[in-house]
Every structure is written in structure tokens, then in C-alpha cells.
T-cell receptor, first 111, second 114 residues
Framework: GESVGLHLPTLSVQEGDNSIINCAYS??????FIWYKQESGKGPQFIID?????DKRQGQRVTVLLNKTVKHLSLQIAATQPGDSAVYFC??????????FGKGTSLLVTP | DTGVSQDPRHKITKRGQNVTFRCDPI?????LYWYRQTLGQGPEFLTY????????KSRLLSDRFSAERPKGSFSTLEIQRTEQGDSAMYLC????????????FGPGTRLTVL
């Protein structure tokens, strides 16, 4: 069936470096994509989203890139901080309702 | 706190018992979602409400699961005759009535079935 997946299960970066988390999706009809951050014992927290009519969107220290040709989504975090350590999920939807989440990437920021 | 709230935060039950969870969405949000998350996995969609109407249900939602949102405000998720495989985090989210809008998640209810 259609699925959303992540290339790397864990990512370790040094404080101050930039982080890139990648995600592949397989449903070419998906028209909405979103990144969430989840800390241990908490619910997912919104980071940034993008619609399929865009290929880039920037927020505060974060950028999401969408490549519909290869069905690839990435999250870039600038100047990574210890507080960025968490599990990051990409999710996609078609029809604007149910989100289909990937497996997650654990980001560890070391001093 | 004006975020999504869920109660209880933790529930331990014996196999075969019934459990009920409550979700209070953000007050102006008329969409409400339930997801289930097991350890090391992303959340999986269970069901979705637009106001009081349950509009979509996942095939994950077996006959033992039922969800309600009687007045279009809070929602309950009941699991009957719990099984060990039901052990998971049950997450509730809400959103505005807009296409593909951001879903705000609650802290979840962690269910352990012994």
C-alpha cells in the first residue's frame, strides 16, 4: 500500500550545526505534508507544513523542501540546539483529513 | 491552558476489561481525530469527526472500538474487551475546518493491558 518512510532512523549532530532529516513518500496524490517533533512522553508538536503547490517553505530556523518529482520531503534545522533533540515525523495526507505518518527519525544534538 | 487535553494520562487494565478515554479539543476547532501510537512507530489514524459526525474510520478500528463526539465538543474513545495488543499511546488531535490544516495533538493516554 501507500506509505511514508524515512531514510535514516537516527541522526546525531553537534550543537550549532545544521540538521537535515529526509522523508520519502509514495502516494503521488498526497497534497499536504507536515513535520512534527515529538519529545518523550508528549504528543507530536507541529513544526512546519507545506502544500503540494509549493516546493519550499521557511519558518523560524526550519525549512521544508518538497520534491514531487522524486516524492521526497526534507526538514532542515539551522543552528541545531540541544532542545531540538527529539523524534521527528513527517506525515502526508490526501483529502486534507487523516495524516499518514512515517516511522520517525531520532535527532540527537551533542554539545 | 488552551491546548488539547486528554484524560486519563495513563491507564493500566486487565485483559478483557473495558476502558474509556476522553479528549477535549481546542474550543474553536470543529475537527477531532484519534490516532494510536506504538513504541518506535509513528501515529496511526483511527477515526475523525467533523463536529459531531464521525466521517472516517480506519480499518484499524475494530468492532471493539467505538468513538463518540456527542455535542461536537469533547470526544470519548471506548475499547471493549481489551487485548494485550491494544497497549499503546492513544492520541487525540484537533484542527480548524480548513483543508489540510495543522492538527494540534494532546499529550496522549498511555494504555497498558496486562
Amino acid at each position: 500500500g501507500e506509505s511514508v518512510g524515512l531514510h535514516l532512523p537516527t541522526l546525531s549532530v553537534q550543537e550549532g550545526d545544521n540538521s537535515i532529516i529526509n522523508c520519502a513518500y509514495s502516494n503521488s496524490a498526497s497534497d499536504y505534508f507536515i513535520w512534527y517533533k515529538q519529545e518523550s512522553g508528549k504528543g507530536p508538536q507541529f513544526i512546519i507544513d507545506i502544500r503540494s503547490n509549493m516546493d519550499k517553505r521557511q519558518g523560524q530556523r526550519v525549512t521544508v523542501l518538497l520534491n514531487k518529482t522524486v516524492k521526497h520531503l526534507s526538514l532542515q534545522i539551522a543552528a541545531t540546539q540541544p532542545g531540538d533533540s527529539a523524534v521527528y515525523f513527517c506525515a502526508e495526507s490526501y483529502g486534507g483529513y487523516a495524516l499518514n505518518f512515517g516511522k520517525g527519525t531520532s535527532l540527537l544534538v551533542t554539545p | 491552558d488552551t491546548g488539547v487535553s486528554q484524560d486519563p494520562r495513563h491507564k493500566i487494565t486487565k485483559r478483557g476489561q473495558n476502558v474509556t478515554f476522553r479528549c477535549d479539543p481546542i474550543s474553536e476547532h470543529n475537527r477531532l481525530y484519534w490516532y494510536r501510537q506504538t513504541l518506535g512507530q509513528g501515529p496511526e489514524f483511527l477515526t475523525y469527526f467533523q463536529n459531531e459526525a464521525q466521517l472516517e474510520k480506519s480499518r484499524l478500528l475494530s468492532d471493539r472500538f467505538s468513538a463518540e463526539r456527542p455535542k461536537g465538543s469533547f470526544s470519548t474513545l471506548e475499547i471493549q474487551r481489551t487485548e494485550q495488543g491494544d497497549s499503546a499511546m492513544y492520541l487525540c488531535a484537533s484542527s480548524l475546518d480548513s483543508y489540510g490544516g495543522e492538527q494540534f495533538f494532546g499529550p496522549g493516554t498511555r494504555l497498558t493491558v496486562l
